[in-house]
């Protein structure tokens, strides 16, 4: 069973950035589509972005252009890079994974594999 485990969440300033890595243990060499999802209390679930297998990227409008995911493969590893954070990117922070492809999708049905999140605090 694959399992996610997310870290580099924290307190940071408006403007400022932060990191966020995904581990994959008990690794799946079927692992597909990866991506980073954001949640606050009341609210779904929002797909932030996502990367496929070959690398081909997508993101949702809320934070293209200040956020960047990437993987490494070899390390089995997925990151986001946050900057110019603002007071609404204030959320728990997941990672997931499917092994099946997503075409680039971020609907969070199309993800079997979550991790428990990490927590981001942006302040104004």
């Known amino acids: 069973q694959v399992q996610l485990v997310e870290s580099g969440g924290g307190s940071v300033q408006a403007g400022g950035s932060l990191r966020l890595s995904c581990t994959v243990s008990?690794?799946?060499?079927?692992?597909?589509?990866m991506a980073w999802f954001r949640q606050t209390p009341g609210k779904q679930r929002e797909g932030l972005a996502v990367?496929?297998?070959?690398?081909?990227?997508g993101y949702a409008d809320s934070v293209k252009g200040r956020f960047t995911i990437s993987r490494d493969n070899a390390n089995h590893t997925l990151y986001l890079q946050m900057n110019t954070l603002k007071p609404e990117d204030t959320a728990m922070y997941y990672c997931?994974?499917?092994?099946?492809?997503?075409?680039?999708?971020?609907?969070?049905?199309?993800?079997?594999?979550w991790g428990r999140g990490t927590r981001v605090t942006v302040s104004s």
């Open positions: 997931a994974a499917n092994t099946y492809g997503c075409a680039l999708n971020l609907h969070r049905a199309l993800y079997g594999y």
């Open positions: 008990r690794y799946n060499p079927n692992i597909d589509c």
């Open positions: 990367i496929d297998r070959g690398g081909e990227t």
